[in-house]
């Protein structure tokens, strides 16, 4: 009994981890562009792709035998790769939408999300069909109350350290201030000498190779990917990141591990859990709105006329 | 940004005016269904590309030209009830011109199905400014209920009409009342988790029938007359698509008037009013909860209706036929045809129903070329197609 129990906490933070990651980058760029990135799942879910294709093409010239590095070095390329097609759909499509009232970027951005799906299983061979994903990490590590996969240590260890880094960058550094004016008052940081243009394109990049790494670690945590997987990646990264109060980089965290907490209890003791899943993750979502109409800990704006 | 300019309607214009309102009228309404002609029964790829892309220099050329887009608008504005006979006669006659093409005449129907479900939409989005992504659910409730009682308990289409639309809307309210204390973004997320909670029953679901859907719905009857045969009059024969499409017609009439009713009424000033300014509306004593939820409801009331419709027409429903996407769908036809515009709404609905389906030379590609045609549309003409006009109080 605690085996099982203690394998449902182990599954509980992984998945919590990896839904934290896809989480921030919705919170993020909502708290500096006041703009829902409704294809942020689908970029970030480019990762495992790029990943896939680069690790063909390392093998080919490294040799097989150096199949760490070559994991790698190609999670690497997916990471930054992702990183730079977040800025590249920015300056082509969300900026044009910077001005437009709230829902156009929204319906834009789901458009592109359809785009990036769609290219995704157009451009990658058999790109229609799911595709296995090797796991980042092999074995497991022994502790007194059982086994734990070497995949959850690595995924939770590398997504608190990330986490760590964003806030350390956002709080403690000049660009994490600049970010955090331009988030406050676009235009008094304008004043201050600050280029919002800039500020964006960054928040772009992290947000978005923060998102792959997620990616990646989805993929390999479900050891297989599809072109699709992006949407349900998209929807529980955003609602992780509205529970937890849009803007709110902790609150984005609480919200996952909310929902991957359903998840796991839902999977692990409901019968027939799996099926009902999702149906238990979204009701739980409605219930916590209308507790909490502006997130967990997302400040209850009280507007001045 | 460019300002909408009211043009007042000028009580005394020359006679010149009359008769170039006249044409402009005529001349623009047959145009309009010429091109859908040509559209629906094109065979080759190169003509519905081509229509596409006069289509949009026309759209970027009226974008250019404020002036001529305000003298066309004026011209309908005048001749209006001329306007509305001339395209209810289209409307009426066009499946005749089909050829008997079956297929040309699914897209209308399902084009139909999809223009009141974006009227639906409208009356939140448009009108309101409520983000809504459950219109799809209410829309799958509908035919599932409609569906449900015909297969068990024999239930009429007429009567499952009604009782579908009733569900929904009881399911409307369910959704608008707890959305009600969340606004934005929030409230877009509560209409989502609303949308997939729905999908996902229906999926998992005994009696709904699982991932396998609802089969064997019967066909309506009317006085006798089964919609499985076709329409004969005076020799000429309409394959049996023509009834569903009469009524798909008759259903898009409804939301079009309610949507005219409602917008003249005191409720559809409400909601322009907390569309522009909730705390000045709430400031002039509007209770802007009720007004929302009346909007949830009424949305869900139509899309119940345009669920029977579906669920009838194509005898067999699935969840699949009511996911999170099909919601998305629908939004983006209301936010690319116009918000608050009611021909804009199903400019849009028809528009982007049947070009993926126009596409199919492209096979595989076109889902992707839709999404693409999407964002250039929402790029070139950022108002949507036919931008919402300004209140005219002087009728």
Redesign the interface.
Known sequence: MHDVLFQQLINWLTLGCIYSLLALGFSLL?GVLQV?HFSHGDVALVAPFVALASIQILAASLGANASWLVLGLACLVAILAVGGLGVALDKL?IS??R??????P???T???G??LR??I??LYPEGSSPHAFPAVAEGSVSTPFGAIPMISVVSVLISVGLVLLLLYVLHRTPAGMRLRAVSQDREAARLFAIAPGVVFRRAFFVASAVGAVGGIFLASYAGVVRFDFG?QAG?IG??AA?VGG?GRLGGAIVGSLLIAAIETIVQGYVP?GT??R??FV??L??VV??FR???LF?ANRM?K? | MEKVQVTPVRSERVSSHVVADFLIVLLLTFGAALMLWVFLLAESWVTVLGLLALFAVALVWVQRHPQIEHRIIDAFRVKRSMAVVVGTLIALVFPWLLQGDTYAMHLLIIGNIYAVLALALNFQLGSANIPNFATGASYGIGAYASALLAIHFGVSFWLGLLVAAMVATTFGYLLGLPSMRTRDSYQALVTIAFGIVVHQLLMNLEWTGGANGLVGIPAPTLFGHSFNDPIELFGYSLPSQGNFYYVSIALVGIAILSAKRLHNSRIGLAWNALRDDEIAARACGINVTWYKVQAFAVDAFLAGFAGTLYAFYVSFISPDNFTFLVSVTIMTMVIAGGMDNTLGVIVGALLLTMLPEKLRAFSDYRILFYGVVVILFLIIRPRGIFPQQVRNHEH
Do not use: K, T
């Open positions: 909502f829902i499509v044009r939408f001005d437009a009232p709230a829902m156009m929204l319906v834009a789901v458009a592109l359809i785009v769609e290219l299983r157009h949407i929807l955003f609602s509205v849009l027939n099926s009902y999702l149906v979204f009701a979502v409605i709105l209308v109409p502006s997130g997302g507007e006329v």
